[in-house]
């Protein structure tokens, strides 16, 4: 064993009907690069095929059984079965890191006294986190996305940090000390609760800012889709908790009324979905059913009924080491690829730590090389670690190189000039070093403040640049205005393709505006058009499938995505929803994104037609920006997209509305009208037309079977040219050719 490695971990999987994913799960555990632990599974009353997945396993895990439904009693028999220092819950629809446990050991190394200690969760897709530094109140209300860990260890107090139980590990002997999981919770605050029990017998919760575990939210007994959920125990556990968690800290008259507070809330959640058509009248009579049953049931429960802790947890065995072994199921293998050579791709921004176009299908690329077998690597900022490894993809932060300016030469007018130099000049350092250590042979940019420009200069590195918005049209399209800065950079835009080996512009019309705006001879460099692609949005799909619109719905949902900027043209769609709604009181317009843009005159554009839009409030809705799950389920929800932008180099939100049958309206710019490319895929008006736009709308308000028609084109068009599989094998391909013609 390494001496690294004196912490012995009880890996515990709860299961119940979810075979193939805990077969993938158990699969991942292979990759762990720590090896002092065992790993123990609780199956539930599962009728599927888990217990022929289990017997693949018989001689190299702990396999128990547990014949009612209950998470908690599941979680106790695996405490109980545990022989390792400490217990480390991971759901049966999970992935962790390969260095999940080593991180996880850090905070106990660092931390005495401790109780429990956990990472952060990926959503689905890998682009999102579903929980970080989470922490929760007395009254069972959990705040699970903040930017710091938490720092409530004290035994009395009003909030505590809380861990995800798909993510969530702590000391046995703590568990042992209060009783382990409350057993009257068969589901949902169980694991809030542990936390808050240890934390008041002086046993505090710490986070670690990475510990990463993917979770990938299968469907269950108790959650079939988003909404229709078993609200009984999720009410009566909240009421529950908030009564017995509050007894000492506050009076009888607040652990009466606060309860039915925050049980409240939850109606109104209801009450708003119905409204929005998201569930039916049935469904919400249903679900006030079910609230009711649960508030009076968690009422009765928390006064007057004991805990149902279990002081039984000890019990003597043996820690069985697991015995790693080469994947069994190809499904989750990266190829083996004897020819294969590095990658390393630029991007400032990379999800999840940060957002941006270029991030998002650098990360597709990225992860879908790896998959092809390359070892890759991504120069980035705003990681929490200076190296990391998410995915396979091996991130470097820019703030590993701390250098002194070398181009304060540059006059102080010239800020971004000076600043895209300087961060070139530190990519390249990070990129001759991988260079140098034959660790890459390939380097892809994006054009967009030229990060890789000075990397060009490395002799013998084969250097592609992907075309996007130039600066000049950016410029104009924002109303930016021109000077001696942005004249700089743009020179250096050109400098920058003209040195580059190869050239990937993502639309025909960026090649040739790119082209004429700097008058690029392409027939002496070595160019390929390649579109971008998307993965596809499973989680916005099974809201898609789930969704059942009201019963009485007569209302047409009209959906917008993206800065509320010029380029995006929002001025022009937001004039023409307020002729609309003076015609139609059936339509709602939902305008996503970040609302605080100054548009002109140090106005946002909100102010600037304040008086315009006021007798239509109930009508043209502004959501500000939005989480990757908010933007799912508007995207799901919605039966028209609309972004008439000025100015599109591609336009992927247009994809994102296809790829799940909505017909789409953009505008007949840049690479819109390339994908929007037929009368029958969508519509394109001109730019700055309002009453064009218009029209349009109307047209596909008042015609449902057109909107089915043309969103059932544009989800053919996606499939057929714009998915992430042909974006990575069209790049590997362009790649290979290449490297094939210069030896």
């Given at each position: ?17 979810r075979?193939?994913?805990?077969e ?21 009353p ?9 017997s ?13 439904a209950?998470?908690?009693v ?7 079965a ?12 999970a ?5 999940w ?14 109780g429990?200690a956990?990472?952060?969760v990926?959503?689905p ?6 929980f ?12 699970v ?8 260890i004290?035994q ?13 590990t ?18 949902f ?6 936390c808050?029990r ?36 999720i ?10 968690n ?12 606060v ?7 939850r ?25 009711f049953?649960g ?12 805990r149902k ?10 820690f069985?080491?697991?015995?790693k ?30 957002s941006?176009?270029?991030g998002?299908?650098t990360?597709?690329?990225?992860e879908?090389?790896v ?9 980035t ?18 703030d ?22 300087e ?9 001759e070093?991988?260079?140098n250590?034959g ?6 940019s ?12 490395i ?7 992907r ?7 950016a410029a104009?399209?924002?109303n930016w205005g ?6 700089l950079s743009?020179r ?35 160019v ?5 692609g998307?993965v596809?949005?499973?989680?916005a ?12 719905k ?27 709604c ?18 002109k ?11 315009e839009?006021?007798p ?31 100015y599109?180099?591609f336009g992927?939100?247009?994809?994102e ?11 007949n710019v ?10 029958h ?24 079977e ?21 974006m ?16």
């Amino acid at each position: 064993m390494n001496m690294n490695e004196e912490l012995s971990f009880s890996i515990v999987i709860c299961t119940y009907n979810r075979d193939e994913y805990l077969e993938r799960t158990l699969e991942s555990l292979n990759d762990l690069n720590y090896s002092n632990f065992e790993v123990i599974v609780v199956n539930g009353p599962s009728n599927d095929n888990t217990d022929q997945v289990l017997s693949k396993y018989i001689d190299r895990i702990k396999i128990y059984k547990n014949q009612a439904a209950n998470l908690s009693v599941s979680r106790n028999i695996g405490i109980k079965a545990a022989q390792g220092d400490v217990v480390a819950f991971i759901d049966d629809d999970a992935i962790p890191e390969p260095n999940w446990l080593h991180q996880i050991k850090e905070v106990y190394d660092i931390h005495n006294p401790i109780g429990g200690a956990g990472g952060r969760v990926f959503g689905p897709g890998g682009d999102h986190f579903q929980f970080h530094n989470g922490i929760i109140n007395i009254w069972g209300e959990a705040d699970v996305k903040r930017d710091h860990p938490g720092e409530f260890i004290q035994q009395v107090n009003d909030n505590y940090n809380i861990l995800m139980g798909v993510n969530s590990t702590f000391l046995k002997s703590a568990l042992i000390e209060i009783g382990g999981f409350d057993e009257y919770y068969e589901y949902f605050h169980d694991e809030s609760d542990v936390c808050v029990r240890l934390a008041k017998a002086g046993h505090p919760i710490y986070h670690h800012e990475e510990a990463y575990i993917h979770h990938e939210f299968a469907k269950s007994h108790i959650r079939t889709t988003n909404y229709k959920l078993n609200w009984y125990p999720i009410v009566k556990n909240t009421v529950y908790f908030g009564i017995k968690n509050s007894k000492g800290v506050s009076n009888i008259f607040k652990r009466i009324a606060v309860p039915l507070w925050v049980a409240s809330k939850r109606m109104s959640e209801f009450k708003q979905w119905l409204r929005e058509g998201n569930i039916t009248k049935k469904d919400f009579h249903s679900f006030r059913k079910m609230w009711f049953k649960g508030l009076i049931k968690g009422f009765m429960d928390g006064f007057f009924v004991r805990r149902k802790v279990n002081f039984n947890l000890v019990e003597d065995g043996e820690f069985l080491v697991f015995q790693k072994e080469k994947h069994l199921d190809d499904s989750i293998q990266f190829d083996t690829n004897k020819e294969a050579y590095g990658i390393c791709y630029l991007s400032r921004y990379y999800p999840p730590f940060n957002s941006g176009g270029v991030g998002t299908y650098t990360k597709v690329l990225a992860e879908g090389m790896v998959k092809k077998g390359y070892p890759v690597y991504v120069i980035t900022s705003g990681l929490p670690e200076e190296e990391m490894t998410l995915n396979g993809v091996k991130l470097i932060s820019i703030d590993k190189i701390s250098s002194s300016p070398v181009f304060d030469f540059i006059s102080q007018t010239m800020n971004v000039t000076r600043t895209n130099l300087e961060y070139s000049l530190k990519v390249s350092y990070i990129v001759e070093d991988l260079y140098n250590k034959g660790l890459i042979k390939v380097l892809e940019s994006p054009l967009w403040d030229y990060e890789g420009f000075l990397s060009t200069y490395i002799e013998g590195l084969r250097t592609f640049v992907r075309l996007e918005t130039p600066l000049r049209v950016a410029a104009e399209a924002q109303n930016w205005g021109w000077n001696k800065d942005f004249e700089l950079s743009s020179r250096l835009e050109k400098k920058f393709i003209e040195s580059c080996d190869a050239v990937i512009p993502i639309s025909e019309d960026i090649r040739l505006t790119i082209g004429k705006l700097y008058n690029i001879d392409w027939s002496r460099l070595n160019v390929k058009c390649i579109p971008l692609g998307l993965v596809e949005n499973f989680e916005a799909q099974q809201i898609l499938s789930n969704i059942k619109k009201n019963e009485n719905k007569n209302i047409t949902n009209v959906l917008f995505i993206g800065r509320l900027e010029r380029r995006k043209g929002i001025d022009i769609l937001l004039r023409a929803a307020v002729n609309i709604c003076k015609n139609y009181n059936n339509v709602k317009f939902i305008i996503a994104g970040n609302d605080n843009i100054l548009f002109k005159d140090g106005k946002t554009i909100v102010n600037i037609l304040e008086n315009e839009m006021l007798p239509f409030s109930q009508q043209i809705i502004f959501t500000g920006e939005i989480s990757e799950q908010e933007k799912n389920k508007l995207l799901a929800s919605c039966d028209i997209f609309v972004a008439p932008s000025r100015y599109e180099s591609f336009g992927i939100v247009y994809l994102e509305a296809m790829q799940l049958s909505k017909p789409v309206i953009g505008t007949n710019v840049g690479g819109v009208k390339e994908i929007i490319n037929a009368e029958h895929v969508g519509i394109l008006v001109e730019k700055e037309q309002v009453n064009l736009l218009e029209r349009a709308l109307v047209k596909l308000l008042e015609s449902p079977e057109l909107r089915k028609s043309l969103g059932d084109n544009g989800r053919i068009r996606y499939k057929s040219n714009y998915t992430a599989d042909l974006m990575i094998n069209r790049t590997l391909d362009y790649y290979n050719n290449f490297l094939n013609s210069v030896g």
